[in-house]
């Protein structure tokens, strides 16, 4: 079993910044695949962006792209989330998930289907 912790959430008021952490601890794997998703109120949960095993890849969706920024400190299999300059559309429950892969790994998950674990979410509210 694999839980993820995550912390740093907060209220910010629009233009401000944050950043979400992700911690990984339980079964060992030579690496994770990480990705951060969010859910709006009323929403369904979506992609944000992901981090692959090596830590060379990333990928966004648009609407955050230029703002966020994801990185991994494998050494301590935990991934962040900088968000600069956000806005009150980037308010929700964010979510961190993980994937074991092997070392090296290029592999990058947009799907929640492909991850096998979930924090429990941590509250972003960006006010106006």
């Known amino acids: 079993q694999v839980q993820l912790v995550e912390s740093g959430g907060g209220l910010v008021q629009a233009g401000g910044s944050l950043r979400l952490s992700c911690a990984a601890s339980?079964?060992?794997?030579?690496?994770?695949?990480m990705g951060w998703f969010r859910q709006a109120p009323g929403k369904e949960r979506v992609f944000v962006s992901a981090?692959?095993?090596?830590?060379?890849?990333?990928y966004y969706v648009d609407s955050v792209k230029g703002r966020f920024t994801i990185s991994s400190d494998n050494a301590k299999n935990t991934v962040y989330l900088q968000m600069n300059s956000l806005k009150s559309e980037d308010t929700a429950v964010y979510y961190c998930?993980?994937?074991?892969?092997?070392?090296?790994?290029?592999?990058?998950?947009?799907?929640?289907?492909?991850?096998?674990?979930w924090g429990q979410g941590t509250q972003v509210t960006v006010s106006s």
């Open positions: 339980g079964r060992t794997f030579s690496r994770y695949a």
């Open positions: 998930a993980a994937t074991g892969v092997s070392s090296g790994s290029s592999w990058i998950g947009v799907s929640g289907l492909r991850y096998d674990y």
């Open positions: 981090i692959s095993g090596s830590g060379l890849n990333t």
